[in-house]
């Protein structure tokens, strides 16, 4: 099993930045994608930021030039740096993990572990 905890989210102003981190624990042995997917009231759940085993990453257009993702592979961490928020990147946050397609960079359509979720609420 593995076991990811988030952290840092909030309440901000639009044009703010907030910085999003993930912990993982327990079972991480073995290469893994891990990705950042958010879901607003009365939306589905959408992938917001992807990165794969090896580094390489991918952005929802909705956040592009503004999110950046990158990992410490040493410390089991990724983090969602958040630049100029916007009132429609309000959601739950969830970070999760993906060892199927370590080094794939498709937003999949499923993941293995999940967080438990961070708010993230940005006033206009």
């Known amino acids: 099993q593995v076991q990811l905890v988030e952290s840092g989210g909030g309440l901000v102003q639009a044009g703010d930045s907030l910085r999003l981190s993930c912990a993982a624990s327990?079972?991480?042995?073995?290469?893994?994608?891990m990705g950042w997917l958010r879901q607003a009231p009365g939306k589905e759940r959408e992938s917001v930021a992807r990165i794969t085993w090896n580094g390489n990453t991918r952005y929802a257009e909705s956040v592009k030039g503004r999110f950046t993702l990158f990992r410490d592979k040493a410390k089991n961490t990724v983090t969602l740096q958040m630049n100029d928020l916007k009132p429609e990147d309000t959601a739950v946050y969830y970070c999760?993990?993906?060892?199927?397609?370590?080094?794939?960079?498709?937003?999949?359509?499923?993941?293995?572990?999940w967080g438990q979720g961070t708010q993230v609420t940005v006033s206009s």
């Open positions: 999760a993990a993906d060892f199927r397609l370590p080094y794939s960079s498709v937003f999949p359509t499923q993941y293995d572990y």
């Open positions: 327990g079972r991480t042995v073995g290469a893994y994608a």
